[in-house]
């Protein structure tokens, strides 16, 4: 017995928690990189789906009421999770919206597409203008 060595109680504790160090690293490392793949599949989904409401509103004539393309919202599938919110402002000038008026010298719309999680968390907005074309 007298030739043999071992490890000190000391050396033991320092290599665990040098162990344990590089575990609780390796540990934080994978939730970072879950949560970033999490939020990511998120906006994809968001920019996936306000680009097919974009689409299929630049598809449509131009709306000279206040229906907000309702149209437009049953026509594409819309994961549980997510609420797609349209609104259109219009104005006659280019400078100020407002909501419809009824006016028929309305003859622009900005149009946005937003995009929550549930729980009202947004996700992406995006918009963009149409036009009543001249008769």
């Known amino acids: 017995m007298r030739g043999q060595t071992g490890f000190t109680l000391?050396?033991?504790l320092?290599?665990?928690g040098i162990l344990g160090l590089i575990?609780?690293?390796v540990v934080l490392a994978l939730d970072t990189n879950a949560r970033a793949n999490r939020t990511l599949n998120e906006q994809v989904t968001g920019v996936n789906l306000a680009t097919a409401h974009l689409e299929a509103?630049?598809?449509l004539p131009f709306s000279a009421g206040a229906d907000n393309y309702s149209?437009?919202?049953g026509s594409i599938a819309i994961p549980n999770q997510y609420i797609v919110d349209i609104s259109a402002q219009f104005s006659i000038d280019g400078k100020y919206f407002h909501p419809y008026t009824g006016a028929d010298?309305?003859?622009l719309q900005l149009i946005t597409i937003s995009v929550l999680r549930e729980g009202g968390k947004p996700v992406l907005s995006m918009c963009t203008?149409?036009?009543k074309?001249?008769?």
């Open 129 to 131: 203008y149409k036009y």
């Open 105 to 107: 010298n309305e003859t």
């Open 23 to 25: 575990g609780t690293a």
């Open 133 to 135: 074309p001249n008769p």
């Open 10 to 12: 000391l050396e033991v």
């Open 57 to 59: 509103i630049w598809e």
């Open 71 to 73: 149209s437009v919202r």
């Open 14 to 16: 320092v290599a665990v």
